[in-house]
Structure formats: C-alpha cells, structure tokens
C-alpha cells in the first residue's frame, strides 16, 4: 500500500501568528477611526469657539471705539473700570474698580441722549454658567457670549505702562450733574485699553483637567479629545477721549 498524503490545514502556530497579525490590524484600524471621530466631533466646538470669540471682540470694540464720542469731558469720564446703571450701581456699593468690567458713555451719531454700555464678566461655578454680560445702564441687562471663562480690562494713558489701578479709584473726584455719583478725575487719562477674553468649549467632554490648558475642568481622560481654551487680546484706542483741562 501506499504512503497516505498529509492533509493540507495550518498548525497551531500560524494559526496564532495570523490571529495576532489580525488583533493588531483590528486595533490599529480602532484607533484610526476612534481619531478621526474625535475630530469630527471636535471641529463643529472649535468653530463656534471661534465665533464666540469673534462676536466677543466686535461688540467690544464697537462700543469701546465710540467712548467719548458727543460727551463734555469736564462733565462725565467717558470710560469707567466699573459697573454704572440704575441697577447694581458699583459706586453705590463702594466698588470703584473691577477687572473684568467696564462701562462706556457716547452719544450716538444724529442723537443727544447719552447712552451708556457696561460688560462684565458673570461667573457662576455652580450653574457652570461663565458669559459675557452687557448691561444697558437701565433695564436690559443680557448675555452676548457664552462660556466665556477669562475677561480682563488694563488701562493705559500716554505711555506703555498700565495705569495703576489705585490711582483710578482714589481721586481727586468730580461731578457729572447735581446728585450724580461722582467719578475719579485720573479715569480722563485713559487713552486705550487692552482686553483679554478667554473661551472654553461648550462641551464637558472636550476638556480635560483644570490647568494652563483648560480653566475649568471636563470629563474627557484622552488628550486626542483635548479642545483647550482659546484667548485674545486686542488693543482698543479710545478716538474721542480729550484731556481734562
């Protein structure tokens, strides 16, 4: 009788190196998609980041160019370190200087009513509520951006140095009209000011821990899913600011 042949099949050890082969290409091809889905998921955030910014730095800058404009210098200082209205007056309050809020005093073009226009930055931890506010000086006081985690205001006169805030809250003190609240005189030095904004993603899942890149801490553990905070800053001059003389 004959030699019987062997019947062709794979021994155990192919069958485990090609079984490895496969589990490492099936992770490989994990990780490529698990990356591209975290950047799908992260460019619509990072674009309205970008956006909140934009609108954050417009209104800003609208108001902040027209300060003074249509106003007497000797009679009101057309840029003040606080919040100024009916409502939540600062100075009633004893707070003549904050960082992250600033009113402006014009009068619009074709107008002879002063209007004026505070933003300031409201922070609620609790509510994880962080945006920045205007306020009308009346009535209407609502959010213009939200998840806005950074907002500072440094004022500077002539020269390259900020002027100290001591010096904008502790007179000599002048009168707008009979029974007004008075104001710093210094506060009629300001020639520009430089802003600082900071924004986070809207999304807990886009942050990780709280640190240099994000202000407040999300649930993300993976840093291929990290959208760190954005910043600007931008410096405005005040155009229609004159010397007191």
Known sequence: MGRLAPADGFTVAELLIATAITFTVTLALLEVVDRARASFEAQPERSDMHQR????????????????????????APVMPYRVGARDNDP???????????????????????????????NDDDAGTFQLMHYDGASTDLPVVDHVVGLRFD?????????????????????DEPGAPMFD?????IRRIH??????????????????????A????????????????FDVALRNTKMKS
């Open 53 to 76: 910014l934009r609108v954050a730095v417009e209104a800003l800058t609208r108001d902040l160019m027209q300060a003074g404009a249509g106003l007497d210098p000797l009679i009101a």
């Open 92 to 122: 009633d309050l004893g707070v003549l200087y904050r960082s992250d809020a600033v009113s402006v005093l014009y009068v619009p073009p074709g107008e002879s009513i002063v209007v004026s226009h505070t933003y300031y930055a409201k």
């Open 155 to 175: 004022y500077f006169g002539d020269g390259p140095v900020p002027l100290d805030p001591a010096i904008l809250q502790d007179g000599p003190w002048t009168t």
């Open 185 to 189: 005189a210094d506060l009629l030095q």
């Open 195 to 216: 802003v600082f904004l900071r924004v986070q993603a809207a999304l807990d899942s886009m942050r990780g821990p709280a640190g240099v890149l994000f202000a407040h």
């Open 218 to 233: 999300g649930t993300s553990t993976s840093a291929e899913r990290y959208l760190p905070d954005l910043e600007a800053s």
